[in-house]
């Protein structure tokens, strides 16, 4: 039986909470936030958990997953408060079934004690549903 080493670092943490909130299981992610997190989502949208979040990725998209191309913890962090990046594409699929991939990310997560206080989302999803739209072009 294979057993799974628990996430220790902050940068662990951040990976590890990412991969279970894109399964999507929210409750298992939850383990790795505070019970008082700040999520401000794409748009500048405040959520208090990781459900939040599910939800609103459930209506904007018939899929989501993250391509993590890497993972930043910022220097100068302590064992109390670190700043840690995590950026990639995002890929899946629009709520209409057309697929897409290459949309770009970054999220900024504040890890206080082993868990996540504080999360900042970004991506280009909205320029591209404009694109999609007639209302902007690439």
Request: charged share 25%.
């Amino acid at each position: 039986m294979t057993t799974t080493a628990q996430p220790t670092t902050p940068a662990e943490i951040v990976d590890e909470f990412l991969r279970l909130v894109m399964i999507p299981d929210p409750a298992s992610a939850s383990r790795y936030t505070a019970p008082d997190i700040r999520i401000r989502f794409t748009g500048n949208r405040p959520m208090t958990a990781p459900g939040d979040t599910s939800a609103f990725n459930a209506k904007r998209y018939a899929w989501v997953k993250k391509k993590i191309e890497r993972t930043e913890t910022v220097a100068g962090g302590s064992e109390d408060e670190t700043v840690v990046y995590s950026l990639g594409t995002l890929y899946g699929a629009w709520p209409d079934g057309t697929p897409f991939e290459g949309n770009r990310y970054v999220d900024r997560y504040v890890v206080r004690r082993g868990l996540i206080v504080q999360m900042d989302v970004w991506n280009d999803s909205a320029e591209w549903l404009l694109v999609r739209a007639g209302l902007a072009t690439l």
